[in-house]
Every structure is written in structure tokens, then in C-alpha cells.
Nanobody, 115 residues
Framework: QVQLVESGGGMVDAGGSLRLSCAVS????????MAWYRQAPGKRRESVAT???????NYADSMRGRFAISRDNAKNTVYLQMNSLKPEDTAVYYC?????????WGQGIQVTVSS
């Protein structure tokens, strides 16, 4: 069973930075897309950023220029560097990975930005 271990969340003041990490718990054959999603209270889960195996990235418009997604294929880990955080970035952030043709989600990690 593949599990995703997320870390790096917490509370930060507006304008601050956080770096999220998500590691796949065991060796897997091939990880394709890796991504971060988030869900704020009372809102639907939304895509934050995705990164393909080759490194191609996509960002939601509101995160572009402030957030940066990266991955280390040797460590089966994906990162999300979040800068210039705003109170509206407060949410539970979820890691997503696609292993072969199966989808896996992390348990979610809280990010709180205070004004």
C-alpha cells in the first residue's frame, strides 16, 4: 500500500513563507504526476500546482509567482515552496501522486496564515 507522508505545515504571518514536503512511503515503480491541492473551510478542493515526471509545471493563477512546486525523483518526494503567503491561502493542503495508473492522496496538512 502506497502512503504519502506530508510535512511542513503550520501557522505563519501574512507575507511569510512555508515549505511543504510529501514523501512516498515506499519504493514504487514509477511516479508520474505529482501535485498539491488545497481545501479551505466551506470551499471545494482546488488544484494548487502540478509537476510532471519530466519537470513540467502548472499553477493555479492565484499561486503563480508566489508558489513553486518541485520534485526529487530519487527520493520520491514533492515539495511546495510557498512565499508571500496571504490569509486566503489558509487551507488544508493535500499531496497527490499518480503511480502507474493509480491515484494516491495524502492525509492533508494545515496551513494557517494570520493577518
Amino acid at each position: 500500500q502506497v502512503q504519502l507522508v506530508e510535512s511542513g505545515g503550520g501557522m505563519v504571518d501574512a507575507g511569510g513563507s512555508l515549505r511543504l514536503s510529501c514523501a512516498v512511503s515506499r519504493s514504487v515503480a514509477r511516479i508520474n504526476t505529482m501535485a498539491w491541492y488545497r481545501q479551505a473551510p466551506g470551499k471545494r478542493r482546488e488544484s494548487v500546482a502540478t509537476i510532471a515526471r519530466r519537470g513540467d509545471t502548472n499553477y493555479a493563477d492565484s499561486m503563480r509567482g508566489r508558489f513553486a512546486i518541485s520534485r526529487d525523483n530519487a527520493k520520491n518526494t514533492v515539495y511546495l515552496q510557498m512565499n508571500s503567503l496571504k490569509p486566503e491561502d489558509t487551507a488544508v493542503y493535500y499531496c497527490y501522486v499518480q503511480v502507474e495508473y493509480s491515484d494516491y492522496w495524502g492525509q492533508g496538512i494545515q496551513v494557517t496564515v494570520s493577518s
